[in-house]
């Protein structure tokens, strides 16, 4: 199972795994302590190096993906924080702009109570 998890990327039954791997090594450390064995055959060393090698294959993928997942996190955090200050910058602009021109609405509106002073152009 560690090996297909690290093959396929699908980590639905990465705890299934670990517990299982968890479970034979307890087994097997009981069994070689109760009967007194303190050595292996070269069978079992096999077996132990194959599900060792299994789960550093799982948890280094596991580490692998967790560091990319944090990359991303902190990549749309950014380009968020951009966007943000885009809005905000837009929405600056366009109170401004319709600041002027409610002023420019308002200098047509108001009635001129001075007489013009400006010379006709000859």
Do not use: W
């Amino acid at each position: 199972m560690c090996g297909q998890a690290y093959a396929d990327g699908n980590y639905n039954y990465v705890s299934v795994a670990l517990q299982a791997n968890h479970e034979a090594m307890k087994e097997f450390i009981e069994k070689t302590t109760t009967a007194g064995i303190r050595s292996v055959s070269g069978e079992e060393n096999y077996d132990l190096l194959l599900m060792t090698q299994n789960m550093n294959s799982l948890l280094l993928s596991m580490v692998n993906r967790n560091m990319h997942a944090e990359g991303e996190v902190k990549r749309a955090t950014e380009r968020l924080g951009r966007l943000e200050y885009n809005v905000d910058t837009a929405k600056a602009t366009f109170d401004s702009v319709s600041k002027i021109a409610e002023s420019i609405a308002e200098g047509r509106q108001k009635p001129s109570g001075f007489p013009s002073h400006s010379k006709p152009l000859q």
